[in-house]
């Protein structure tokens, strides 16, 4: 087994913030003028890395984590104002619908409705059928994009039910009933293919603009895919379903910090025995699409890929699930050549094995330190920056939680005052500025942090609470929170610990005439 090693991330800070939380007039955020202004502000700021939450479609609950497609975009992010350039859409058009009216919260639900309405009516116009760039974009893409649109366009004619709510003879893709629904459903199958070329093109324009201004891009993908999803519809025999294609158990994990029962995912689990027997071709592809999108791939519950929690598929909870092997090396060794340059991140969070260890050693990949969880016990805590080694990624916490603000506020009387000491501050209101400085003059090749604790904002801008639904992945940036002031401080951080030059004036890079 030859293994690809790979070397240390270059020393740096960056900011978790996801798609959906840029500014937007039209309810989320998207590709366009926004997103390169925040380019530009992470720019001024001394940052070089922008972390971003799963980009896929997504299903109920809105959840990232939970996409129809693992190479698919979400239609969700398409930029409007760039459409109504190209000739596609009218501003009165955009205008006619309801967006919410809450420009620091997500409503999906005016989002569902609206967005694939003013898309659709794109899609009428567009005379993209007949261009290079689109039948490009097909060839480029065959290996998934026919599978995903067909499911969609399958999904919406059944009222956007799962593949295993469908009529048998298309749930298990009978070939002269797939190729019915086909034929009878081309148009369908076209818009959502439309959707995927549009979403690629823009998300491409901002990828260059990030590098061309030092920004690499940090991707977040799920290490497992949705039972709703044309991945398990179509590759069915690569997970752990019956001979009737229905799971026989599911991904979580036991009870931890969040849930004292749990976290019960309800994933569909792969079948790595199956999986191997073809050379772990379905990851590589899924791999070398992701090597496309990001510069940095991080891999969401690495220590599932050593070993994973199988959990009764009838289980309410996570309760009574059971630790299975995983294929470890035997997988990872195939990413060499899929990943060309693009680098990995071992989500490393949890019950951290010795094997998840030798593996992340072997590979030469970074683990992550969550600074939160350093102040819940003593100086002997490896999430405390003195204990940190080279090759890692600190992060204040992740979208699972809480903003700094919040944090420090709830901390218990034994606890705070164990922050305050080893961050040396008496105020509270500067633990959160404190922990960023501690973090930027570590020895951790990244410092990353969300939007959020740089804005000093509490709960109500918390983007996820694990295992609750109703209430996640909603907060939005205003565009005036994106102050001068701010990239000063965060630029002065950055430079003072050695994570970008001393500012030196450098020619503007001229943003895309088509945004």
């Not at 459409?83 to 009218?90: F, N, R, S």
């Not at 969550?370 to 204040?396: K, Q, V």
Request: glycine fraction near 8%.
């Amino acid at each position: 087994m030859r293994i690809k090693k790979q070397q240390p991330l270059p020393r740096g800070a960056g900011v978790l913030l996801p798609v959906s939380s840029l500014p937007s007039p039209y309810g989320i955020g998207a590709l366009g003028r926004a997103a390169y202004d925040f380019v530009d502000f992470l720019k001024k700021a001394g940052q070089i890395y922008w972390q971003v939450l799963p980009i896929g479609p997504t299903s109920f609950g809105d959840s990232p984590y939970q996409s129809f497609s693992a190479f698919a975009g979400n239609p969700y992010f398409i930029d409007l104002d760039t459409l109504v350039e190209q000739g596609l859409l009218t501003r009165a058009e955009i205008a006619a619908k309801d967006w919410g009216a809450d420009s620091a919260n997500v409503e999906y639900g005016k989002i569902f409705d609206a967005r694939f309405t003013v898309l659709k009516q794109a899609y009428a116009r567009s005379r993209h059928l007949s261009t290079k760039a689109y039948q490009k974009f097909c060839m480029e893409n065959a290996d998934w994009l026919p599978d995903y649109s067909t499911y969609m366009a399958i999904k919406t004619q059944f009222g956007n039910r799962s593949w295993v709510e469908w009529p048998d003879d298309i749930r298990l893709r009978r070939p002269d009933v797939l190729a019915a629904y086909t034929e009878r459903l081309h148009d369908e199958i076209g818009f959502w293919s439309f959707c995927q070329f549009l979403f690629f093109e823009q998300w491409r324009k901002l990828k260059a603009y990030a590098n061309q201004n030092g920004i690499r891009i940090i991707g977040d993908i799920p290490i497992y895919v949705s039972l709703d999803s044309a991945d398990v519809w179509v590759y069915g025999d690569l997970f752990q379903l019956d001979a009737d294609r229905r799971p026989t158990a599911v991904a979580g994990v036991p009870p931890d910090m969040f849930s004292a029962t749990g976290q019960l995912w309800g994933n569909p689990l792969y079948d790595w025995e199956a999986m191997k027997k073809d050379g772990f071709t379905w990851w590589k592809r899924r791999m070398h699409a992701s090597a496309c999108l990001y510069d940095i791939i991080r891999i969401d519950h690495f220590i599932g890929i050593v070993r994973y929690y199988s959990i009764p598929v009838d289980a309410d909870t996570a309760m009574n699930g059971v630790w299975k092997t995983g294929p470890g090396s035997s997988l990872l060794a195939t990413f060499g050549e899929a990943l060309g340059d693009a680098k990995v991140i071992a989500e490393d969070l949890g019950l951290v094995t010795p094997a998840v260890r030798r593996v992340k050693q072997q590979f030469g990949y970074p683990g992550m330190k969550l600074m939160e969880f350093g102040f819940d016990s003593d100086a002997e805590n490896d999430n405390l920056p003195h204990r940190f080694e080279t090759n890692c990624i600190a992060y204040g916490g992740t979208h699972d939680n809480e903003p700094l603000t919040s944090f420090f506020m709830h901390q218990k009387k034994k606890e705070a005052a164990f922050t305050k000491a080893y961050l040396n501050v008496r105020r509270r209101g500067d633990l959160t500025w404190a922990l960023i400085r501690a973090a930027y003059a570590s020895v951790a090749d990244i410092a990353i942090f969300q939007m959020q604790d740089y804005l000093g904002l509490d709960n109500r801008a918390r983007m996820n609470l694990p295992s609750t639904i109703g209430n996640n992945w909603k907060w939005r940036m205003l565009k005036t929170q994106l102050t001068q002031p701010l990239a000063d401080a965060m630029r002065k951080l950055a430079e003072t610990y050695g994570r970008i030059k001393p500012n030196v004036e450098t020619p503007r890079t001229e943003k895309e005439t088509t945004i």
